[in-house]
């Protein structure tokens, strides 16, 4: 009989949506979709390159477990470039995906005794992998009226005995917040009261910055850095999803234990991704700079062109490349928008409790698509509101 940690497992709900709006656009029906969370760029070409001559090259077996050599260094020179701050190689792992990364912490820290905190509305697959590990999931919440920031002081109160992990997660899927330096400055001081506590900051989004709030990546913290967790990759910074690339950095107490997992798992991750993701990192960059001037101003046509709407009300995405607009004032609930928004007019979107019950009354769309595709949507959008 199936466990009942497996039957704890959620999902992610982009997926069905992104199955069912492929399915009606089969049938003939014009879809536009705002739904999965992916770059609609595609792979950098002098990247598929270095993967394709990986593969000429013979690269054909297993590599080292925790990634090729070459590849863990120039992930640590990236964080020196970008941060000005340095990282051991032998603390980086490399893993098929982000999500491994969620996943990995979970289970290293996660106990049927313990408690893991994390963002809510927040990705999914933290409280299904927390739940998964047996240990109780407590959100903390993500509020609309401060920008989709978390209150520092909020996190710190629901910190017990119990705790294990605090996860956090900036530029933030699915609100497209940051949360401001002073917000994390306090957290920061504050988990100094709690030395056994770890910390894994989620931050796969942190080259889609849009200006206005600095990101501040939780590496330019000494005093956290022996309990801390990054979780970074190349699935979103350089357009590589479907490749399943994406690296943690784990304080020494962790990274042989997160290595075994690995190895348990997955052995280690595919050796022509390695280099194509070694070329992405050493390359040039203005791919980069490229989709985060796209995400940025298709994310500004999205935002104001929701709050012209009646009733809909979105704040300002800050990073990543979604809008989460408050749909609140209409009778339907998230789910319901969202499954006739997409059989009605042909949009796709997830409901705002995809991401947990606090995103109830919210929706959220991708902004990883054409400015016209965009237009087009609201437009049907603005149709389908008419009509409530
Ligand atoms: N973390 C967040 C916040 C994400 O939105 C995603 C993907 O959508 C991931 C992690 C996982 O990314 P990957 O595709 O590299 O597994």
């Not at 050599?69 to 490399?94: F, G, M, Q, T, W």
């Not at 999931?137 to 920031?149: K, N, Q």
């Not at 280099?275 to 985060?292: I, K, R, S, Y």
């Amino acid at each position: 009989m199936i466990t009942n940690r497996s039957q704890n497992l959620g999902t992610e709900t982009a997926f069905s949506v992104l199955s069912k709006a492929n399915k009606l656009a089969d049938q003939g029906k014009e879809i536009i979709n705002l739904g999965i969370g992916q770059p609609d760029f595609s792979t950098p070409q002098h990247i598929v390159e270095a993967g394709i001559k990986a593969l000429r090259d013979g690269h054909h077996g297993y590599t080292q477990a925790s990634g090729i050599p070459k590849l863990r260094e120039a992930v640590c020179a990236d964080i020196y470039k970008r941060h000005n701050v340095e990282i051991s190689p032998d603390n980086v792992l490399i893993v098929p995906g982000g999500k491994v990364i969620i996943f990995f912490s979970s289970m290293l820290l996660g106990d049927y005794d313990r408690e893991i905190l994390y963002p809510n509305p927040g990705f999914p697959i933290y409280e299904s992998a927390i739940r998964f590990s047996g240990a109780k999931a407590v959100p903390y919440r993500l509020r609309e009226d401060v920008g989709f920031s978390f209150s520092a002081e909020d996190i710190l109160n629901k910190i017990n005995e119990k705790t294990s992990l605090i996860i956090i997660n900036s530029p933030s899927n699915p609100t497209g917040g940051i949360i401001p330096k002073d917000e994390i400055d306090k957290l920061i001081k504050g988990l100094e009261n709690f030395p056994k506590i770890m910390l894994m900051s989620d931050e796969i989004y942190d080259q889609f910055c849009f200006g206005e709030i600095n990101f501040t990546s939780i590496l330019k913290y000494p005093s956290i850095r022996n309990r801390l967790i990054i979780l970074n990759g190349w699935s979103k910074t350089y357009a590589m999803t479907g490749w399943r690339l994406g690296y943690g950095i784990f304080p020494d107490t962790l990274i042989n234990a997160a290595e075994k997992l690995a190895v348990n798992v997955h052995s280690c991750v595919n050796a022509s991704a390695q280099f194509a993701a070694l070329e992405a990192l050493n390359g040039p960059q203005d791919c980069v700079t490229v989709m985060n001037n796209a995400f940025k101003s298709r994310s500004k046509i999205m935002f104001e062109e929701l709050n012209k709407l009646e009733l809909i009300s979105c704040n300002k995405p800050q990073g990543a490349f979604y809008c989460f607009p408050n749909i609140s004032k209409y009778r339907q609930n998230s789910l319901d928008f969202q499954n006739n928004l997409l059989d009605t007019v042909g949009i796709a979107a997830i409901a705002g409790t995809s991401f947990g019950e606090y995103g109830e009354g919210y929706l959220r769309f991708s902004c990883a698509s054409s400015e016209k595709s965009i237009k087009k949507a609201i437009e049907k959008l603005s149709l389908f509101i008419s009509k409530l």
